[in-house]
């Protein structure tokens, strides 16, 4: 038996499980595309609904993989796409979003995000997502890797205030986040999610890491999916091509680490003591 994943709320009142499935680099790999879509389906079947895509990754492969996963099971998916900075105008956005939408076969995006910051002004964006919100086309918009900075310029332009997440990389080896960007958005309600929550799967063979898990009858993954769970209003989103380790994903979730637990995270991956710019991938 599992212990339910915890939720999250988006502005809007809805409600998301807090470990959710990336596919950045899904797609591009014919061989691999069967088992892809059995990880992402078994980790809808054990509760991981929220489905992290994008337009850029594999030119669209991606999110046609996604597609395939959530074939006559739209309802059991909260997804999220991202439009790419330079498509990012007004009638930029319109257009890809059309594109992601095709590619998915939904007629409904549940989040759109903005990839990352670009050469368009951030009020053509706000005013494409706001269009695309009236039209039924997303549910919901918000941006990738903005740092508080930005953050504060998007909540200043008409609409911006309306921002449902804010997705950047977080994870236990890269925690700057934690000093300034999570606190502002926790402060306004506007979920975090974290991106490479296993730092691309560098994590995995931590020495210290591995040390840790092996207490609680872990593995080195879990632990580092244990850790962000301890966070509120954070949604990781790990990606994996096998059906196998989204189960060992999903276990992490039944991991309670104590204040004794994260006391010896915290010497080993050290919490920020001041200010530093996001990091990106
Ligand atoms: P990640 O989730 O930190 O790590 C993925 C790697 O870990 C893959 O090599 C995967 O291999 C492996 N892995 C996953 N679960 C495992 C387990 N239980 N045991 C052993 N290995 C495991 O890295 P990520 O893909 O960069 O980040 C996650 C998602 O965040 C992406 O897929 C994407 O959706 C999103 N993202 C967003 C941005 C942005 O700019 N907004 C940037 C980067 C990523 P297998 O597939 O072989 O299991």
Request: hydrophobic share 40%.
């Amino acid at each position: 038996m599992h212990d339910p994943i915890p939720t999250i709320t988006f502005p809007d009142g809805r409600k998301v499980p807090v470990l959710g499935q990336g596919t950045w680099r899904m797609g591009e790999n014919r061989a691999g595309a069967a088992d892809e879509v059995r990880s992402l389906q078994a980790g809808l079947d054990l509760g991981m609904t929220l489905i992290d895509t994008a337009e850029m990754y594999g030119d669209g492969a991606a999110e046609r993989i996604v597609g395939e996963a959530i074939k006559g099971r739209r309802g059991d998916a909260f997804l999220v796409s991202k439009v790419l900075p330079s498509n990012a105008s007004r009638t930029g956005t319109l257009a890809a979003c059309e594109r992601s939408l095709r590619n998915i076969g939904t007629d409904c995006l549940d989040l759109y995000l903005l990839h990352w910051r670009g050469g368009h002004p951030l009020t053509e964006t706000v005013a494409a997502f706001e269009e695309l919100k009236q039209a039924g086309k997303i549910r919901a918009w918000g941006v990738s890797n903005f740092d508080v900075d930005d953050m504060e310029e998007l909540a200043a332009v008409p609409d911006g205030g309306n921002v449902a997440a804010n997705q950047v990389l977080y994870n236990l080896a890269r925690r700057g986040v934690e000093f300034d960007l999570l606190p502002w958005c926790r402060g306004r309600g506007v979920p975090i999610m974290a991106y490479s929550p296993l730092d691309e799967g560098r994590l995995l063979n931590d020495a210290d890491l591995i040390h840790i898990a092996k207490a609680h009858q872990a593995t080195s993954a879990q632990v580092a999916l244990a850790f962000l769970k301890t966070r509120s209003g954070v949604i990781s989103i790990p990606k994996t091509g096998s059906a196998g380790r989204a189960r060992e994903n999903r276990d992490a979730m039944d991991i309670h680490l104590t204040a004794e637990n994260l006391a010896e995270l915290d010497r080993h991956f050290p919490p920020p003591k001041r200010k530093t710019r996001l990091e990106v991938i």
